[in-house]
């Protein structure tokens, strides 16, 4: 039984867009855009588990399939368990043709699917930048860009134009792709691999945590910069359902594994970011976590064990060799606690001429680290979001009997040079 078909979402993204400029002054169009599929990608809600079988029913209708029996597990990590319990493999094909198999052939679709949609952006992108040095030619007389910045008038003029010759296919490939990445796969993605066994000759599908090529895609057809095949615009249609219903799913010949998303997702947007990009975060619980009760802990985009974020402890930390894990958790507890409950010894303490009212604090390394050195305290130059400057404890060589010194060997200068800084950053 074949599965329902998707409506079009070709006129959705006609009506969507008019007047819409992606040269505005603050792009406000693409972060609305990436907004949407952001939320996509962090969605906590049950499956749709209709659409998602749908969609996954019309890619092996697609490949020349039957339809498939649906497993649902609650989390990624059961599916891939359950792929390894139940001995799930895929056939290798010799011939050089890749996977001889339902996810072998719908990963081909998919990737051939792109190199269409590809070859149609660039070409379009060529012809845009050569209708828009055409434009300018005739508005500055036919000199186009060599015209002077004399004036205030046209030297605006130039630079806006200057602007616009910007591919539009890379603001949006910045703008959303490599936003959504970030988020999504780098970030979500990674700590849910994690919590998981690897699926050894298969593919693997992130459903949500995949909406960031769909959505480049997406938005280069919503803003006109290729007209894509009906038949690469109906996949799109298909994988933009996928990742608004569904978590990861896996591909066999005759069952596909369909995981369930998260329940508790947790992020906070990451200092300093340009685009939106976002990381895990929650100080007191699983930043991640499934209906099965699989989670990942994470502070500040660091995956770190339960224990540094329900229990640490001066002891925990002293045992810890992992540098980014043990950084976490001191700074989970806090310094001046940590300072006092491990009993770190004072080395020396200065003024930070490049901090103005911070100070520079030299401590013996404890016991248990593994290695001798020094820890030199300091204050970040920068404001954090919140408005607080950030402390932070770096391993020197302990031979440092000045915090200066210290401070200064961490710049590559010496401690006297350090001691002329006006500014640190």
């Not at 939106?276 to 064990?305: C, M, N, Q, Y």
């Not at 950084?327 to 491990?342: N, Q, T, V």
Request: with cysteine; net charge neutral.
């Amino acid at each position: 039984m074949s599965a329902a078909p998707f409506r079009s979402s070709t006129s959705r993204r006609a009506t969507s867009t008019e007047n819409i400029d992606i040269f505005d002054e603050d792009n406000q169009a693409l972060e609305t855009v990436r907004d949407v599929w952001l939320e996509r990608g962090l969605c906590t809600r049950p499956a749709d588990r209709s659409t998602a079988e749908s969609a996954v029913a019309q890619l092996y209708r697609r490949s020349g399939l039957p339809k498939p029996e649906f497993v649902w597990v609650q989390s990624p990590s059961a599916g891939s368990d359950l792929i390894a319990a139940e001995g799930l493999s895929n056939k290798m094909s010799f011939d050089g043709t890749g996977l001889d198999c339902a996810c072998g052939h719908i990963a081909s679709m998919f990737s051939a699917s792109r190199r269409r949609m590809n070859a149609r952006i660039e070409r379009r992108s060529i012809d845009w930048q050569i209708e828009r040095w055409e434009m300018e030619r005739r508005a500055f007389g036919g000199v186009g860009a060599s015209v002077s910045e004399g004036s205030d008038q046209r030297g605006s003029t130039q630079r806006g134009s200057t602007q616009r010759r910007v591919n539009p296919a890379r603001i949006i490939r910045s703008a959303i792709w490599e936003s959504l990445h970030t988020t999504l796969f780098d970030g979500v993605a990674a700590a849910i691999r994690t919590m998981s066994t690897p699926v050894a000759g298969g593919v693997t599908w992130y459903g949500q945590q995949d909406a960031h090529r769909i959505a480049y895609y997406d938005t280069c057809h919503r803003y006109g910069l290729a007209t894509f095949r009906s038949e690469d615009r109906e996949l799109l249609d298909v994988q933009t359902a996928l990742a608004d219903s569904t978590g990861w799913w896996w591909a066999f010949d005759d069952v596909c594994i369909m995981a369930e998303r998260p329940r508790v997702l947790h992020s906070e947007r990451i200092p300093g970011s340009a685009r939106g990009e976002r990381r895990l975060h929650h100080s007191d619980s699983p930043a991640l976590e499934f209906a099965d009760g699989t989670k990942a802990f994470v502070l500040h985009g660091a995956i770190v064990p339960d224990w540094v974020v329900l229990d640490p402890t001066a002891e925990r930390i002293a045992h810890e060799r992992n540098v980014e894990i043990r950084r976490c958790a001191i700074e989970r507890i806090g310094w001046d606690s940590y300072i006092e409950l491990a009993g770190l010894t004072l080395v020396d303490q200065a003024d930070d001429p490049g901090n103005a009212g911070c100070l520079l604090q030299l401590y013996a390394s404890p016991v248990g680290w593994g290695r001798s050195g020094r820890i030199l305290l300091a204050v970040n130059g920068s404001f954090e979001r919140d408005g607080h400057r950030r402390r932070y404890g770096l391993h020197v060589p302990g031979w440092f009997t000045s915090a200066l010194d210290a401070a200064g060997w961490t710049y590559g200068i010496t401690g006297a040079d350090y001691s002329r800084l006006v500014r640190r950053t």
